[in-house]
């Protein structure tokens, strides 16, 4: 069974631009998460999806992050604009279950 | 003061020794306790999880739960070096009342840990 993917798995921005991250879940898998982690920190969730309607969005910062979720499937994550704080690994998981299976993240640079 | 409380470590063992690994918490609504385990540069993965108190194990690992003392606990026995990794607690309030179902996780900061040949 293929895990979650991600891409791109490293993106180095300069503050105030825009990026985009790309998450493939399990096959079979309705629920998608994105979480963010900072360096020496645990994974902090910022938006949980059912099949393609948001569950849980309230800790992801509405004014410079969105995230969509078409078709059930795919979800991609965008930061525009980034700002230095926002430097971390953003990790995609995905649960059928209960038990979340996640990708290997993308880390991101902002400088 | 955080949800979840993981001692930051590092802690640096020698191979064959037992690592204890611990966390607290404040919600007392947390019914769900897991242990993750993320290798440099991964994404984390499912150790063990426990449903309310008690211990359990699986081989080499044994995780604790005291939720009187909002207290849980992994010990790793005879560690080897491919046990070196990230150890990350994780809770969760179980969504209905039969505790089949859980919530978002809350994450500890996480603990280093390497063992040396």
């Known amino acids: 069974e293929a895990g979650v993917a991600q891409s791109p798995r490293y993106k180095i921005i300069e503050k105030r631009q825009s990026v985009a991250f790309w998450c493939n879940p399990i096959s079979g898998h309705a629920t998608l998460y994105w979480y963010q982690q900072i360096l020496g920190q645990g994974p902090k969730l910022l938006i949980q999806?059912?099949?393609?309607?948001?569950?849980?969005d309230s800790q992801l910062p509405k004014d410079r992050f969105s995230a969509e979720r078409l078709k059930g499937v795919d979800s991609t994550l965008k930061i525009q604009p980034a700002k230095l704080e926002d430097s971390a690994v953003y990790l995609c998981?995905?649960?059928?279950?209960?038990?979340?299976?996640f990708g290997p993240g993308t880390r991101l640079t902002v400088l | 003061q955080k949800e979840v409380e993981q001692d930051p470590g590092p802690l640096s063992v020698p191979e064959g020794a037992i690592v204890s690994l611990n966390c607290t918490y404040s919600n007392s609504a947390f019914q769900y306790f897991m242990w993750y385990r993320q290798y440099s540069r991964k994404g984390p993965e499912l150790l063990m999880y426990t449903y309310s108190s008690g211990n359990k194990e699986d081989g080499r690992f044994t995780a604790q739960v005291d939720k009187s003392s909002k207290y849980i606990s992994l010990f790793i026995r005879d560690s080897q070096p491919s046990d070196s990794a990230t150890y990350l607690c994780?809770?969760?309030?179980?969504?209905?009342?039969?505790?089949?179902?859980?919530?978002?996780?809350?994450f500890g900061q996480g603990t280093i840990l390497t063992v040396h040949p």
């Open positions: 994780a809770m969760s309030e179980a969504l209905n009342a039969g505790g089949t179902s859980y919530g978002k996780l809350t």
């Open positions: 998981a995905s649960s059928k279950n209960n038990e979340q299976f």
């Open positions: 999806f059912q099949n393609n309607g948001v569950v849980d």
